[in-house]
C-alpha cells in the first residue's frame, strides 16, 4: 500500500509530502497517524535544518475524507462525536510539533489548501504559493467547526473581524488575496514553484540554525507576553546566541565585507 506521508531528507532540507493525490491528498485515519509520526521525527533529526511541507500531485490538501464522514452517517450521534474527538486528538502532536520545533517550517501550497489543508498550512512558519492556489476554510460547508489549530492562527496572522469571515462564510479565495491578508508570503508562477521552494528551503538549511530557533521562538511566544517577559526573553535568547559559533562567523564575515559560512553550530 502507498505510504500516505513520504519523507526526504537531503542538504538539510525534510520535505514532507501529503501522498494520496488521487483525493487531492485528503486527509485519511492513516495519514493522521503517519503526519505524527513524521513531524515527530523530523523535530529530533539535527540533519534537518529546515523543513518543506508540501502535497503530492496537483494539489495540497482539499481536507477532510468527507466521502468517509459520509460513510460514518450510519452511526448514531454519540458514535460519530466519539470517533472524530478521538482522530482529532491523535492529530494535535503533528501541530504542536510544527509550532514546537526549532526550525522553520515552510508549506509550498499549489491547487487546493482547504479545510484542515489550510488549517495545516497556517501552521507553518512561512508559505509560497503558486499562482493558481487557492483557500478555502470550508469547515461551515459542511456543518463543522474548525480544528487543526485554525481558530487559534487564522485571527493571530489576519485579525478577528477577518478571521470571522473566513471562517464564517467559508468562502473561496486566490493565491493573491491570500498574499494580500499574509497567509503566504510568496506568490510565483505554478511551474516555478518547485524551483522557488527549494531556493527557500536552501536559504533557511544554511542559516544559523541556533539564531532562527531562537527567532521562531520568540515570535512564538510575543503573543502572549507582556513587553517586560518578553524583553527579557530576548535578553537571554541574544545571550544563548553570541556563545556560537555561528555568532563568531557572522560577526567576523560582517567585519571583512563577505557572506557568513553558518554551520548550524
Same mark, same amino acid.
Given at each position: ?7 526526504e531528507v537531503s542538504e538539510g532540507v525534510a520535505t514532507v509530502t ?17 503526519? +505524527?509520526? +513524521?513531524?515527530?521525527? +523530523? ?140 497567509? +503566504? ?81
Amino acid at each position: 500500500m502507498t505510504e500516505t506521508i513520504l519523507l526526504e531528507v537531503s542538504e538539510g532540507v525534510a520535505t514532507v509530502t501529503l501522498n494520496r493525490p488521487e483525493v487531492l491528498n485528503a486527509l485519511s485515519d492513516d495519514m493522521v497517524a503517519a503526519l +505524527v509520526e +513524521v513531524m515527530t521525527r +523530523v523535530e529530533a533529526d539535527p540533519a534537518a535544518r529546515c523543513v518543506v511541507l508540501r502535497g503530492a500531485g496537483d494539489h495540497f490538501m482539499a481536507g477532510g475524507d468527507v466521502k468517509g464522514f459520509h460513510g460514518r452517517l450510519a452511526e448514531t450521534p454519540a458514535e460519530r462525536s466519539a470517533h472524530f474527538r478521538a482522530k482529532i486528538h491523535k492529530l494535535h502532536p503533528a501541530i504542536v510539533a510544527m509550532r514546537r520545533m526549532p526550525k522553520p517550517v515552510v508549506a509550498s501550497l499549489r491547487g487546493a489548501a482547504a479545510g484542515f489543508g489550510l488549517s495545516l498550512a497556517l501552521a507553518t512558519d512561512l508559505a509560497i504559493a503558486a499562482e493558481d492556489a487557492y483557500f478555502t476554510l470550508a469547515y461551515c460547508l459542511i456543518g463543522t467547526s474548525p480544528d487543526g489549530g485554525s481558530s487559534f492562527h487564522l485571527p493571530r496572522i489576519v485579525g478577528l473581524r477577518k478571521a470571522m469571515e473566513i471562517a464564517l462564510l467559508g468562502e473561496r479565495f486566490n493565491a493573491e488575496t491570500a498574499q494580500r491578508l499574509g497567509l +503566504v508570503n510568496w506568490v510565483v508562477p505554478s511551474d516555478e514553484l518547485e524551483a522557488e521552494t527549494a531556493k527557500l528551503a536552501a536559504r533557511l538549511a544554511r542559516g544559523p540554525g541556533h539564531a532562527l530557533a531562537e527567532t521562531k521562538a520568540l515570535l512564538n511566544a510575543s503573543f502572549d507576553n507582556a513587553l517586560e517577559a518578553q524583553l527579557a526573553l530576548e535578553v537571554e535568547s541574544f545571550a544563548s546566541c553570541a556563545a556560537t559559533q555561528d555568532f563568531a562567523e557572522g560577526v567576523t564575515a560582517f567585519v571583512e565585507k563577505r557572506s557568513a559560512q553558518f554551520t548550524g553550530t
